[in-house]
């Protein structure tokens, strides 16, 4: 029972329990802009009063694609947010991250091992090297 109290309690466990309410409350509150403001006006230039309720029938089968547009629009939103607002900059923060590391580091001329810039000696085949200007 101890393990299993460690384990709930755990930070990464409620981060990602806040991450799940937080997204689908923005879920729900992008479908509410996407139904109420986006889609009406779509509708509007389509010339339907309702775009959510559009449909067409095939031998008696209704086909509500207007409920699909709603949520392949909602679909669209969210997914530009994260990946402007997530994505783009963790990817920004890893890729600055690693230029600092790859800047540090350079291939011995003798085994190619990667060393440090001001390394004199490589650590793997113990060959002198000269060191780089930093």
């Known amino acids: ?4 109290k460690k384990f709930l309690l755990r930070g990464n466990l409620i ?13 729900s ?6 139904s109420s403001f986006i889609t009406p006006l779509i509708a509007a230039i389509g010339g ?3 775009f959510a309720h559009m449909y067409f029938t095939i031998n008696g089968a209704k086909f509500t694609y207007g409920v699909f547009i709603n949520a392949l629009i909602s679909f669209i939103i969210i997914a530009a947010v994260i990946y402007f607002l997530v994505v783009k900059p963790a990817s920004m923060f890893v890729e600055r991250f690693t230029k600092a590391v790859e800047a540090s580091e350079r291939d011995c001329p003798e085994c190619l091992s990667e060393i440090p810039d001001k390394a004199t000696r490589c650590k793997f085949c113990a060959s002198e090297v000269t060191p780089t200007a930093a």
């Not at 029972?1 to 299993?4: A, D, V, Y």
């Not at 981060?15 to 879920?27: E, H, K, N, T, Y």
């Open 1 to 4: 029972m101890e393990g299993f």
């Open 29 to 34: 509150l992008v479908n509410a802009l996407v």
């Open 48 to 50: 339907k009063p309702d």
């Open 15 to 27: 981060d990602l329990a806040v991450a799940v309410v937080i997204g689908a409350a923005f879920s």
